[in-house]
């Protein structure tokens, strides 16, 4: 399964996209939400932040605390 990663800056709470950090990455099958996730935050130099997990479909977004950002998890070719 091919997850594609978009690390970007929020304003008032929105996604702003002033600047963003794009990647794909491969993952098992059988990958959990947690299995990708940890991969998506270790992509983005985000490995052991804490923050706000929602998931929505084929999407999983991370709001960092104390940043005004936020990393979207997308899955698909």
Request: glycine share 10%; net charge positive.
């Amino acid at each position: 399964m091919q997850i594609n990663i978009e690390y970007t800056d929020t304003f008032s709470g929105e996604a702003n996209y002033s600047w963003v950090k794009r990647s794909t990455v491969e993952m098992p099958e059988n990958a959990t939400k947690r299995m990708i996730l940890r991969r998506a935050k270790k992509e983005m130099q985000l490995s052991g932040t804490q923050g706000v997990t929602s998931k929505s479909g084929d999407m999983i977004s991370f709001k960092p605390y104390g940043s005004c950002t936020i990393l979207f998890v997308t899955f698909g070719g």
